[in-house]
C-alpha cells in the first residue's frame, strides 16, 4: 500500500511560481508512472503532467505546456511539479497520483491518490 502526501500549495499572485512535492511511503514508487492532476470547483478531475517510471518520458497537459515541470526522484520517492507564469485559471486542489505499469494521465486507472492540496492564483 503507497501512500502520497502533497506538499507545497498555497496562495500566489498571477505570475508567481510555485512547487508541488509530493512525498511517498509504505512502498517504493520506481516502477510507478507518477502524475499531478488537478480539480477545480464544478470541473472534473484533469491530468496536468506526468512521468514515466525512470523519469526518460513526460507528458504535459496543453494548458500547462512550457509553464510546469514534472520530475521525480526515485531514491527519495519524490515527485515534485515546478510551476511558473501561474494564472488565474490554474487555481485548483492538486493531486499526486501512482499508477503501475501505465502512464498515469488517466484517473480512472490511478493506483493510489494524494489528499490533494490547495492551489489559489489571484489578479
Known amino acids: 500500500q503507497v501512500t502520497l502526501v502533497e506538499s507545497g500549495g498555497g496562495l500566489v499572485q498571477a505570475g508567481g511560481s510555485l512547487r508541488l512535492s509530493c512525498a511517498a511511503s509504505?512502498?517504493?514508487?520506481?516502477?510507478?508512472?507518477m502524475g499531478w492532476f488537478r480539480q477545480a470547483p464544478g470541473k472534473e478531475r484533469e491530468s496536468v503532467a506526468a512521468?514515466?517510471?525512470?523519469?526518460?518520458?513526460?507528458f504535459y497537459s496543453d494548458s500547462v505546456k512550457g509553464r510546469f515541470t514534472i520530475s521525480r526522484d526515485n531514491a527519495e520517492n519524490t515527485v515534485d511539479l515546478q510551476m511558473t507564469n501561474l494564472k488565474p485559471e490554474d487555481t485548483a486542489v492538486y493531486y499526486c497520483?501512482?499508477?503501475?505499469?501505465?502512464?498515469?494521465?488517466?484517473?480512472?486507472?490511478?493506483?493510489?491518490w494524494g489528499q490533494g492540496t490547495q492551489v489559489t492564483v489571484s489578479l
Open positions: 509504505g512502498g517504493g514508487i520506481s516502477t510507478y508512472a
Open positions: 512521468i514515466s517510471w525512470s523519469g526518460a518520458s513526460t
Open positions: 497520483a501512482a499508477e503501475d505499469g501505465g502512464v498515469a494521465t488517466s484517473s480512472a486507472l490511478i493506483d493510489y
